[in-house]
Each structure stands twice: as structure tokens, then as C-alpha cells.
């Protein structure tokens, strides 16, 4: 099977059957008319997510995840990881060698420097208390 694992979008906003029906249009296009996948996501703000706790905590929390479920499910699966996803999926790679049969990274970077884990924090915080401006304002 292909496994999509989906970006970042879940630090700022809780999955809703609507934003899952829109992420996997989106995939869908990209992938051969009528090809199968599934998606995967995460939800941070779950209690299972420990967010005060260090950034890899999280992250190595999400990769375990993620191991179970393919391994439960699949067995083992191609991926493709987009943004985050791709983080995610080079990790579980990485640990979990077995359950990846092929690995595609979209719009990913295999981790980030230090500047750049201190502008997700700022634009996930912009994020969390609806300070859209500034957040916008962070990208430029």
C-alpha cells in the first residue's frame, strides 16, 4: 500500500473530516488517475501529545505512532511524507527499516536548524493565538 503522511497543518489546526476530505484531493492529484492511498495525520493537540515537552519528544511520539500502525495494519508500506510528513517518514525509515519499502519526501527537509525550530515555535504560537497577521508577517 501507499502510505501518505500528511504535513504540518496539524499544529495549527485540529483535523476535521472536511480539512481530511480537502488533503486528500489534494494528494489524489498528484498520484495516477484512480491510484489508491491512505492518508495519515496527527492531532497535537491531543492529550497523547505532550507539547511541553521537548520538540523530538513529539516527534519520536508521532514516529511511534506511526510505526504501530503500519506495522499493525500493512506490515510494511511505500511512503510518501509531505512537509512534516517527510520528517516523520524519514525517521520511521530510519528506526524502522523493515516497514518502509520505498520513501518519497515532498516539500521536506530531514530536520530543521536551530533558527529554524525557533521560527515554527513562533509561527505555531502566532498560530495558537489567532495572530494571523503576524503570522503572515513571518513569512516574508
Known amino acids: 500500500p501507499l502510505i501518505v503522511l500528511n504535513g504540518g497543518q496539524a499544529f495549527v ?42 520538540a523530538d519528544a513529539a516527534l519520536d511520539r508521532i514516529v511511534a505512532d506511526v510505526a504501530r500502525i503500519v506495522e499493525a495494519e500493512f506490515g510494511a508500506a511505500k511512503l510518501v511524507g509531505i512537509s512534516y510528513g517527510g520528517i516523520v517518514g524519514l525517521r520511521l525509515a530510519a528506526a524502522h527499516p523493515h516497514l518502509v519499502t520505498d520513501l518519497v519526501l515532498l516539500a521536506s527537509a530531514h530536520d530543521f536548524s536551530a533558527e529554524g525550530r525557533l521560527r515554527i515555535e513562533r509561527q505555531i504560537a502566532f498560530a495558537e493565538a489567532w495572530n494571523f497577521a503576524a503570522l503572515l508577517d513571518d513569512y516574508a
Open 13 to 54: 489546526r485540529r483535523p476535521s473530516p472536511g480539512r481530511r476530505a480537502r488533503d486528500a484531493r489534494r494528494v489524489a492529484r498528484l498520484l495516477p488517475q484512480g491510484a489508491g492511498f491512505v492518508l495519515l495525520g496527527y492531532d497535537l493537540s491531543s492529550p497523547a501529545y505532550d507539547l511541553s515537552s521537548p
